[in-house]
């Protein structure tokens, strides 16, 4: 069975301190990839996506990066982080496939808070 | 563009009693899924429920039933016989089958409290 793993679940980091958040799925292959950020009592703003390795599609521009190393890892970091940057950051998967049917399995997510 | 719409940012309802949560959505696809998800204090993402555009009956999981009125453009989400542990947001999704990138369109949510 697939599972996705996303660590750390939990981040204290101040101002101007690089990010690294990894997500890693098992059990699939070529799946599609999503970083997802939700400030607190909000919905859900996508942030970055990948069809597959090294392919990354920002939505919103901003002071972070995304990368994928491998097909079922994916990478979200900043060099220098801002105090807006803090949130509640989700991994998730999905089929890669042409069908309306597939929706997203979700890591636990990471709580950030920047200070 | 999809696009979903979920216009009760909260709700209230009683232990033991059933409760609906609005969406409606829009698209131009034919061929489309729709989505429910939980996502309790926690912050987990709990995938509840699923809804074919050509499903011509309504989706049912245990105590959660969708009400999908494929004309008004609407995808309900009921929880019957309502529990303290189903105080959470919910989010409504959408997945047009053109994409072949599969991203899911959230609704902005509905936080759903239960009280004893």
């Known amino acids: 069975s697939q599972t996705i793993h996303q660590w750390p679940a939990t981040l204290v980091q101040p101002v101007g301190s690089p990010l690294s958040l990894e997500c890693t799925v098992e059990?699939?292959?070529?799946?599609?990839l999503y970083w997802y950020r939700q400030a607190a009592g909000r919905g859900l703003q996508l942030l970055f996506y990948?069809?597959?390795?090294?392919?990354i599609s920002s939505e919103v521009p901003q002071n972070l990066s995304a990368s994928r190393p491998q097909d079922r890892q994916f990478i979200l970091s900043s060099k220098k982080l801002l105090l807006s940057d803090s949130g509640f950051y989700l991994c998730?998967?999905?089929?890669?496939?042409?069908?309306?049917?597939?929706?997203?399995?979700f890591g636990s997510g990471t709580r950030l808070t920047v200070v | 563009a999809q696009k979903i719409t979920q216009t009760q940012p909260g709700m209230f309802v009683q232990e033991k009693e059933a409760v609906t949560l609005d969406c409606t959505y829009d698209?131009?696809?034919?061929?489309?899924?729709l989505f429910w998800y939980k996502q309790p204090s926690s912050g987990e993402m709990i995938f509840l429920i699923y809804?074919?555009?050509?499903?011509?009956q309504n989706a049912t999981e245990g105590r959660y039933s969708l009400n999908f009125q494929k004309a008004r453009k609407s995808a309900n989400l009921v929880i019957s016989a309502s529990q303290l542990g189903d105080s959470a947001m919910y989010f409504c999704?959408?997945?047009?089958?053109?994409?072949?990138?599969?991203?899911?369109?959230f609704g902005r949510g509905t936080q759903l409290t239960v009280w004893p």
């Open positions: 998730a998967w999905s089929v890669n496939a042409r069908a309306a049917t597939y929706g997203y399995t």
């Open positions: 059990g699939t292959s070529n799946p599609n």
């Open positions: 990948s069809v597959g390795i090294g392919q």
């Open positions: 698209t131009s696809d034919q061929s489309y899924g």
């Open positions: 809804q074919g555009s050509y499903d011509e």
């Open positions: 999704a959408m997945r047009g089958r053109g994409s072949t990138l599969g991203r899911l369109y």
